[in-house]
Nanobody
Framework: VQLQASGGGLVQAGGSLRLSCAASGRTLSSYVMGWFRQAPGKERAFVARISWSGSTTYYADSVKGRFTISRDNAKNTVYLQMNSLKPEDTAVYYC???????????????WGQGTLVTVSS
């Protein structure tokens, strides 16, 4: 499956963005989907994940209550709604597809190219 992330940009602190991850080549309903982020000089970090059907989600503590992951399997797309953004949310955001219910980046098999989110103070 090929993943294409989009929706990043520059936003002021307190603002919102919605990231999208569109898939081609195979239906997304076969995968657990995750969002990760990597800030300059830091390792790639887990943000959120969603189960195959979309019925179960899980978030990093740092984004809980502010970010919402969702999926539309009919559109083969996963979303990350980001509200109340903070400067520390600045990073390149990646979507990923995998077969396991995990937050470990190494266990995801397919990755999008990343989209940059910059939050100004």
């Amino acid at each position: 499956v090929q993943l294409q992330a989009s929706g990043g940009g520059l936003v002021q602190a307190g603002g919102s963005l919605r990231l999208s991850c569109a898939a081609s080549g195979r239906t997304l309903s076969s995968y657990v989907m995750g969002w990760f982020r990597q800030a300059p000089g830091k390792e790639r970090a887990f943000v959120a994940r969603i189960s195959w059907s979309g019925s179960t989600t899980y978030y990093a503590d740092s984004v809980k209550g502010r970010f919402t992951i969702s999926r539309d399997n009919a559109k083969n797309t996963v979303y990350l709604q980001m509200n109340s953004l903070k400067p520390e949310d600045t990073a390149v955001y990646y979507c990923a597809a995998g077969s396991l219910w995990t937050m470990q980046p190494s266990r995801y098999d397919h990755w999008g190219q990343g989209t940059l989110v910059t939050v100004s103070s």
